[in-house]
């Protein structure tokens, strides 16, 4: 069985910084990539970050975040952590971690989601 745990939301005032950690658990042969989504309220989900793991590839950030964010990984442990500073109330929204193309030892690869994190930055 596949988890993702996230980690370190929260409520933080506008030009703060929140660090996002989340590990992926379970029979894990690869994974092509990990990353960061965010939902706000009434709004469809987003990408914020990926990170290729095991698979070769490049970093990608949603053009609202570069600059202020930075994603990074453990390919040991599994695991994808998003820096987020200087953030501001657009960046209010529930952060899903995401671990794609994640094959098992046995099965097919797909994507897996965590249950998400709230971040809330206040106007």
């Known amino acids: 069985q596949v988890q993702l745990v996230e980690s370190g939301g929260g409520l933080v005032q506008p030009g703060g910084s929140l660090r996002l950690s989340c590990e992926a658990s379970?029979?894990?042969?690869?994974?092509?990539?990990m990353g960061w989504y965010r939902q706000a309220p009434g709004k469809d989900r987003e990408l914020v970050a990926t990170?290729?793991?095991?698979?070769?590839?490049?970093?990608n950030y949603a053009d609202s975040v570069k600059g202020r964010f930075t994603i990074s990984r453990d390919i040991d442990k599994k695991s994808v952590d998003l820096q987020m500073n200087n953030l501001t109330p657009g960046d209010t929204a529930v952060y899903y971690c995401?671990?794609?193309?994640?094959?098992?030892?046995?099965?097919?690869?797909?994507?897996?989601w965590g249950k998400g994190t709230l971040v809330i930055v206040p106007s």
């Open positions: 995401s671990a794609l193309g994640l094959l098992l030892y046995y099965g097919a690869a797909k994507d897996y």
């Open positions: 379970g029979p894990i042969f690869s994974i092509d990539a």
């Open positions: 990170i290729p793991v095991h698979r070769k590839g490049n970093t």
